[in-house]
């Protein structure tokens, strides 16, 4: 790992996924979701080497399989080096939070508009005399009734807005905030993949790729298992994949399907690819990029208010400054990033539920997140704290689909699907994490100093 060749064994994938794409197993449930507590987490990339075997002894050589086979897919993922830098994410910023063209435009208008009118409100006071400012204090005690009849009138339209406003969301039925309506997004969603195919138009893979293939054929059969659902049925599904080694994927609003290979090299197996690109589309499905979207305009409408207050009230402009700065971020950390962090959760669970009706181990989803938090503590990244960031902990999220696999294992064993065979890829994990531990151990020098057990040495032996 960076640049020292040390090696992270990890193996657990059931050969189960031999029938994963076996034809009359797909099941056309529509499973309803309920409102769960969701948890929150931020996604790092990292760096290790992951490998996928089935039912093998511990430390034993595992053969490199290519995914050369065009016509059967692969048993599991070939042994690739993972060399990431910077965060792992599944849905980009400009996928999770985008806004009409219109409202990009008149959103800096409106801030500055705000602004000098505060400042006015401001000047003004300051140039009244005195005895016109008393005599405005006291026209404001006597009609205080007025006035905060007038605010509570003012409150009253923003709760109605909000209230008319409210859409069930498909799939979970959870109540959720449209200001804006789809057709602005199917342009806004045009005009971003035109803007990712002229950034990747040169890492592009062609559609002969064995790699693209692959994902194809889980997208095909994810979207084939689910076509009961008509938000999945009704989008074309159309396959990216982009040869890059950031471990990313992302789904646009109009069904446009982009995986970087950086993330074919972090799965172990098909099934947690499965997982991954059913989160992806769950994303889609919800429309969380009219949701987020919506949120951030109708709260930006509203600090548009509290903005004009601080201008008004700071007497000088340099602590009306640090007052815009105060109430941006306590809006960003107290809404914005909350909000991203319960809609990545809900995609969890729904893309879980996806996999599951596809006939995939879903038992696979929490030991990719269990890797991730691995190889982050092995190369010794700083975790910031949760609510710093736009997505759940690696922790949290693996708990989170810890909690949801009985659920999913009850919805697949509802789909007719083929039983699960092999050891449970979460025990394996276990097993491993605890080979490794004791092999670090072994390997510390007499006079080192203790270690702690959560955070793995780097000196792993090679294979």
């Not at 499905?285 to 201008?311: G, N, P, Q, Y």
């Not at 809900?346 to 996999?355: N, P, T």
């Not at 810890?402 to 449970?424: H, Q, T």
Request: glycine share 6%; with cysteine.
């Amino acid at each position: 790992l960076s640049g020292n060749a040390r090696n992270c064994f990890l193996t657990g994938s059931p050969d189960s996924h031999r029938n994963l794409f076996g034809k009359g197993l797909r099941c056309l449930l529509d499973v309803r979701h309920t409102n769960g507590q969701e948890e929150t987490r931020k996604a790092h990339r990292s760096s290790g080497r992951f490998f996928s075997q089935s039912s093998q002894p511990l430390g034993e050589k595992i053969p490199s399989l290519l995914i050369s086979s065009v016509g059967q897919p692969p048993r599991h993922f070939p042994a690739w080096n993972i060399q990431i830098n910077g965060s792992f994410h599944t849905s980009p910023s400009l996928q999770a939070a985008p806004v009409p063209l219109f409202w990009i435009i008149v959103k800096p208008a409106q801030k500055l508009f705000a602004i000098i009118l505060g400042r006015s409100i401001r000047n003004w006071w300051k140039a009244l005399p005195p005895n016109k400012r008393e005599l405005f204090k006291e026209s404001a005690r006597k009609n205080k009734w007025k006035i905060l009849l007038g605010v509570s009138s003012l409150g009253v339209v923003f709760v109605m807005f909000y209230f008319t406003h409210l859409e069930e969301t498909p799939i979970t039925g959870r109540a959720r905030l449209l200001v804006f309506g789809k057709e602005h997004f199917r342009e806004l969603s045009q005009m971003e993949y035109d803007m990712w195919m002229e950034q990747f138009k040169n890492q592009m893979l062609p559609k002969t790729d064995a790699r693209y293939q692959v994902v194809e054929r889980v997208v095909g059969h994810l979207s084939e298992s689910n076509k009961d659902v008509p938000q999945v049925s009704a989008l074309k599904w159309v396959i990216h994949v982009v040869d890059e080694p950031g471990v990313n994927a992302f789904v646009l609003p109009n069904g446009q399907v982009f995986v970087f290979t950086g993330l074919l090299d972090a799965v172990s197996d098909i099934h947690q690819l499965s997982f991954i690109l059913g989160h992806e589309i769950a994303h889609a499905v919800l429309e969380h990029a009219v949701k987020k979207a919506s949120l951030v305009h109708f709260l930006d409408f509203l600090s548009l208010i509290f903005l004009t207050m601080i201008w008004a009230i700071c007497p000088r402009d340099s602590l009306a400054v640090v007052g815009q700065w105060i109430q941006s971020k306590l809006q960003e950390f107290m809404f914005d990033r909350p909000y991203s962090r319960t809609l990545e959760a809900e995609a969890d669970k729904v893309g879980l539920q996806f996999a599951a009706k596809a006939c995939v181990d879903v038992r696979a989803s929490s030991v990719f997140w269990q890797q991730m938090e691995l190889a982050e503590s092995i190369q010794g990244q700083p975790r910031l704290p949760e609510w710093l960031s736009t997505h759940p902990s690696h922790e949290n999220r693996a708990e989170h689909l810890e909690r949801l696999i009985p659920e999913a294992l009850k919805i697949r064993e509802s789909c007719n699907c083929p039983s699960l065979s092999g050891p449970d890829p979460r025990l394996i994990f276990r097993l491993n994490m605890q080979h490794l531990l004791e092999s670090s151990k072994g390997r510390e020098p007499p006079n080192s100093t203790k270690q702690d057990p959560s955070k793995p040495k780097l000196d792993f032996p090679h294979t």
